[in-house]
Each structure stands twice: as structure tokens, then as C-alpha cells.
Nanobody, 120 residues
Framework: QVQLVESGGGLVQAGGSLRLSCAAS????????MGWYRQAPGKQRELVAV???????NYADSVKGRFTISRDSAKNTVYLQMNSLKPDDTAVYYCNANVMSTARAIRDYWGQGTQVTVSS
């Protein structure tokens, strides 16, 4: 089994910054990709940013230039640095990892979610 533990959410004023962290642990053979999704009240979950093995990353248009995703492969940890936050960024942020387990099975895992609230 694989567990994802997130941290770093909270309340911040518009224009401020937050850094989210997500650490993966358990029966991990390799991690193909790690990313962040978010879900605002009444809206569908959407991709925010993803980083693929080899450090290639993709971002939602709404966060380009403001958010930066990075990964520490040695620690199986992904980070999301969020700058110039806007009230529209308010959501529950979920970590996602595409993992090959030690049993060589590949599947997606999700964290429990962390609340980010941006006040105007």
C-alpha cells in the first residue's frame, strides 16, 4: 500500500504565498508522476500542476507564472510553491501520484486533501 501525506495549506491574503508538500511512503518501487489537483465548492476537481519523472512539468493556464511544482525524488516528495495567490485559488488541494508498487502494479494514489483559502 502507498500513502500520500499533504501539508502546508492554510489561510492567506490575496497576493500572498503558500507552499504545499506531499510525501509518498509505503510499497513504492518507482513513481512515474506526481501532481496537484484542486476542487472548489460546487466545481469539478481540476489539474493544477504535474511533474513527470525527468522533471518535465505541466501547469493549468490559470496558474502559469504564479505556481511552481518541484520534486525531491530521493524523498518521494512533491512541492507546490504558490505565489500571487488569488481568491479564485481557494479550494481543497489534493496530491496525486502515479506509482509502481513493489508488486509491479501501477495505479494512482490520492492524498487526503489540504484546504487553501485566499481572502480578498
Amino acid at each position: 500500500q502507498v500513502q500520500l501525506v499533504e501539508s502546508g495549506g492554510g489561510l492567506v491574503q490575496a497576493g500572498g504565498s503558500l507552499r504545499l508538500s506531499c510525501a509518498a511512503s509505503g510499497s513504492i518501487f518507482s513513481i512515474n508522476a506526481m501532481g496537484w489537483y484542486r476542487q472548489a465548492p460546487g466545481k469539478q476537481r481540476e489539474l493544477v500542476a504535474v511533474i513527470i519523472s525527468g522533471a518535465r512539468s505541466n501547469y493549468a493556464d490559470s496558474v502559469k507564472g504564479r505556481f511552481t511544482i518541484s520534486r525531491d525524488s530521493a524523498k518521494n516528495t512533491v512541492y507546490l510553491q504558490m505565489n500571487s495567490l488569488k481568491p479564485d485559488d481557494t479550494a481543497v488541494y489534493y496530491c496525486n501520484a502515479n506509482v509502481m508498487s513493489t508488486a509491479r502494479a501501477i495505479r494512482d494514489y490520492w492524498g487526503q486533501g489540504t484546504q487553501v483559502t485566499v481572502s480578498s
